[in-house]
């Protein structure tokens, strides 16, 4: 099978560089401008230009790239589409898979609709009440300027997260339950980020204190379900959960069976029905927030048909062969057969003192089994970071249990080596000393027979 895998901002890129690795024909298909991506009536900022320049080298010299037009011009010119695998690595590629759905090509198919369950909080949660019976929504406000949010806090004794709907306004979430401190927190990232914060409009949604957040994921391919796991994510930058918020900074990731209770939760008829109106391989989590003081389930956020990152390439890396993981999807297969093992992650971040990404850091990988680089080019034969992210790499282990998982991963550390890099260190994985610990949160799944 060959691949096309497209791609704005190079989140599958390092599936990509895999499946080339395992002797793959290989396109990476690159989105060169941000105004491609924008639906009608969307006014989009230009990109500074260094900045695009720095994206468009990610992995210069490593796989073969061209542009996402070209790229789905040559598909429909191959008279063969059943021999590619196309992967869309985000939602918002949805009208580039359009271009291809239909045509008899293999692989996953965001469509419009999918983007707008994952941006559209209001409308995610009006598809949550009508269709969640098990999930509660948490109380939200909604504010279009800093001042009137800051009028609200300053009136509240509840603590709150901050959520933009910009893609440039950060997610925040207090590390304090305490209201008074977690309102400081607040009121100080609203004012730092006023710009980004201001530009979107955000929302202010209540916290649930000590919350166990636990995400189950579900793989289809035509409408059949395939398989489940469960992703439990670290997402600030610093242990014991402090710090900016990232992608992933680590998780942990399982299969389930498919009627554990806590997919009853997330997966109900509607997400069913969902999936048969959507060619291929279609992808659907739902985070869920467990308040330990009553045990309800509270809806988190949906990452409606695209990979959660670094969730794909954990449970990937339960394979032997990422080719083989891809491949038995679009057979209608169990990729994970009968693995029990667990997978943990950890990302690698690179960054200077003033948090800006560092560009021309040598990168050098010793066993690339478990490595999944990200930020990277090959420059005169040699690896380095091209400076458009913090993001460096993904490093994969497994195991029977979260600990052994984790202890092989950060094992498998020892094979990459990028000067002044940094990760969440192996005890803060395996800490039980702050309630949103990795191991905290398994162990609450286990206590409540989620899985």
Partial sequence: MKYAVFTFSFEGGPIAAKLQDEGCEVILAVVEDRKDLAVKGEK????????????????????????????????????????WFVFFDMNYLFKYAEMLKGKGFKGNFPLEEDRVLEEDRDKAKDFVKKNYPDLKVAEVHEFKTVDEAVKFLEGTQDAWVAKGF???????????????????????????????????GFILEKKI?????????????????LFTTLDIELKPLGAGNTGIMTGCAADLVF?????????????????????????????WDASLLFDPSTDEAYFGEFCANRCGWNAL??????????????GKIALKENPLGSVEDMAASVRVFSFDDSNHPREGINVVVQDPQNIWLMDVKEEDDKLETTGYTWDAAIVTGQGSDPKSAAKDAYTNLDSLSIEGSYVRPLHDYLSVAYGGSIINRYRYGLKQNLY
């Fill in 44 to 83: 989009v900022k230009p990109e500074d230009p260094e900045e695009k320049k720095r994206r468009l080298s990610i992995y210069d010299g490593i796989v073969p790239k061209m542009s996402a037009k070209e790229a789905v011009a040559r598909l429909l010119k191959d008279p063969n589409p059943e021999d």
């Fill in 313 to 326: 390439i954990t449970e990937a890396s339960l394979v032997p062969s990422l080719k083989d993981f891809f």
């Fill in 255 to 283: 299969q389930t069976d498919l009627d554990a209770p806590i997919n009853g939760m997330a997966f109900p008829k509607a997400v069913y029905d969902m999936a048969k109106k959507h060619e291929g391989w279609f992808i």
């Fill in 166 to 200: 910009d893609a440039d306004a950060k997610t925040v979430c207090p590390d304090r339950d305490d209201p008074e401190l977690a309102r400081e927190q607040i009121i100080s990232a609203l004012y730092k980020y006023r710009e980004a914060y201001e530009k979107g």
């Fill in 209 to 225: 204190p000590d919350v166990k957040e636990l995400t189950p994921e579900i793989h289809f391919y035509d409408g059949v379900p």
